[in-house]
C-alpha cells in the first residue's frame, strides 16, 4: 500500500463544507435503526460546538426508499425534493445537511439534473406550485452530515474523553470503513475522498487514533442493495453480499466497522447475527462478532457519551468488547434499562 | 526562400524528418522540450512484432542527424510570420528564422492513476506497461519479484469516454501480448492473463504473435474489463473483471498487474495551437488540411506533421510518416519563390 498514492487521491476530492448556519433533515429509517444517533449528531454540533442547526418538523420523507423500488416515479420525487427545499428558504437557510445516505444521493442527483435539465426543474417549480403554493431556492451548499463531522473531526478530537487506542496493547483499533453507495459512487465529486478511495470516515478515524483497514471486498455493498432486501425473495443475495464482506475483512482483524448510511451499520449488524445462527460462524475475536457503529456514535464514544444513551443496545452485535478496548466504562445492567 | 526548416520533437518523427531534411539538403532545426532525444521509443526495450532491439532502432535513427542543430529543454515561446518565412523565438532566447515547420510532437501516455479503480500508485504490484518496459531493459524493479501469476489491462485511458479518450491507441493491444510473451520467458513457471475488449491484431504479423502467445506460451484472454483492483492480507492483488464470452463475473489474485497505458494530447498541444495558428481535433490531437489526401499539412501554409501529433500511430507509421511529410514539405517550398 502506498499511502501517499491515496492522500494524492484524496486531496482532488476536497469537497466545500460550510461553516455554521444548517438547516438538518432527518432520516425515515435511521431513526427506527439507530434512534439515537441523530439526536447524538444535534447535541454535539449545537451543545458542544456551538453551531446552529436547525430542523422543521414538516420535514417528510425524500421519497428515496420508494424511488429506488420503482414506486414513484423521479418527477414525483423531485417535486418531494422541492418541497423540502421549500421548507429550507422559508427557514432562512442555505447549507442542506442530510442525515440519510439514500437523501443526499437524491438531492445530489435532482439538482444535478436541474443543472443538465433546466426545463425539468422549472416543470418541477410548476408541479410544487399547484401542490402547495411553496416556492424554493436551491441549497448554495448540500452536504451529508458525516461531511459536517468530517469537518469537525480534529474539534472533536481535542475535546476527546476516548481514543481509538486499544487499552490493552497501545495499539489504534483497526477500523474497516464503510460508506453508503450513494454517497459517492454516483457523483464521486461530491463525497470527500472520491468513490474509490472514500476519505470521508477514515479522516474522523485517523483524527480520532484509529487505523483504516483497506480489505479486498471495501467497495462492496452492504448487502441493503434496496432490492436485494426489499423483495423478500433477494434477501438471500443480500446475506450473501453481507457474507462476502465479513469473509473478506476478518484476515485483517477489524475491531470495528463506521459507517455513514442507514442500511449499512444496520445490515452489517443484523447479518452477523443471521450468520452466526445459520453458519456458527462469527468474525470478531473470542467467538465474538465485530461491532458496527453509526459515525455519530463512535463520535459519542470519543467524546464521552455514555454508551446507552448512544443507543448502542439496540445493536444486535454486542458492542462491549469495543468498549473494553477502549477503555470505557459502562454499567452493565443499565443496558436494558429503557 | 530560407531552406532552413524547424522540427519541433525529437522523437522518432522529428528524428527520421530531420534525416530526410538532411538529405534533401536542409537545414533542419530540432527542438525539444525534455533533455534528450529519442521520445517514448529511448523508454522502451523491444519493439513488436519481431522483437527489435529499441535501443539500435533509435542509435539508427540518432546517427546520420548527429551533426544537426539540436536543442534540448527548449520549447516554443512565439512565432511570427507565416506563408513560409517564420521567426520561432525559443525558451533558450535563440531565434530561429525558417520557412517550414514540422510538428512531431508526438503523444503522452495517460496517466494511469486517473483509473483510480485499477490501483496504480496506491497498490505495491499495480504497474504500467511502461513500468515493465523499464525492467525488462534493467532487470531490475522491486515490485516484480518472481510473480506466479500475472495480468495485463488493455486499453488503460483508451476507448474510454470515463476519461474523455475516445481514440484507440493502436499499438496497446500488440504491446500486451509482446510483453505477455516476454514475461513468460523470464518466469515460464507464470500464470498470465489478458483482460481485453477486442483484440485489434491488424499489422503484418501481429495476428502470428497473437498465436504464438496462446500456443507456445499459453496466455488466457480474457474478454471483459477489469472492475476493480484491490490488496489481500498478503499484499496480493485481488482482481475482479467480467469474463463477457462466458457471462460471468471472475475474480483472480495476482502477483503482479501491468495497465496498458494508452497514447493521449499532450499537454501544450492548445498552446502550440495557438502559436503556429493550427487546430486541434476533438481529442485534442493537431488536425490536418485533409484527413485523407493531406494529411501531413497543416492548415497554415508552411506547416506539416509527422508521427503521432496527430494521433495514435505505431512506430513504422511514424517513420514512414516523417519521409512522406518531408517529401510534401519539399514540394511545397519548391513552389515557392
Redesign the interface.
Known sequence: ??V???Q??WSEYQKEIPDDHYFYVRSCIRQNFFPASEKTFLDIVRNKLNLDFFETEHHTTCGGIAYHSDTIPQETLMTIVARQFALMTESGYKNYVASCITSFGIYTETLETWQHFPEFEEKIRENLWKATKREFNKPEYLAHASDVIYKLRDKIAARAKHRLINKFTGEPLRVVEHIGCHYSKMFPSKGVG????PYVLTGMIEAWGGEII??????HCCGFGFRQYLVQANRGYSLSNTHKKFESMQ??KPDMIITNCPGCPYFLDRWQYVIAEMEGKTYGENSQGIPVFTYEEVAGLVLGYDPWDLGLQVHQTDVEPLLDKMGIEYNKADKYKI | MSKDVLVIGGGPAGLEAANQLKILGYKAYIVEKSEKLGGHLAKWDRLFPESISASETLDKLLKPINDISVFLNSEIVSVNGTDGSFSVLLSNNITLSVSSIIVATGFSLFHAEKKEEYGYGIYDRVITSVDLENYFKKHSDNRIINPKKIGFVHCVGSRDEKVCNRQCSKVCCVTAIKQACEVKEIFPQSEVYCFYMDLRMYGRYYEDLYLEAQSKYGIRFIRGRVSEVSEDENGKLVVKAEDTLSSKPLKVTLDLLVLMVGMVKNDDNESISNLLNIRVGEDGFFKTANPILRSTEGDSQGIFFAGASTGPKTLPETINEAKATVLSMHNYLSKQV
Not at chain 1, 472520491?194 to 478511495?197: I, P, S, T
Not at chain 1, 483497506?214 to 467497495?219: I, L, N, Q, V
Open positions: 500500500m502506498i501517499n498514492g491515496k494524492k487521491i472520491g468513490a474509490e478511495y483497506d480489505y479486498p471486498e471495501r467497495r484476515p485483517f
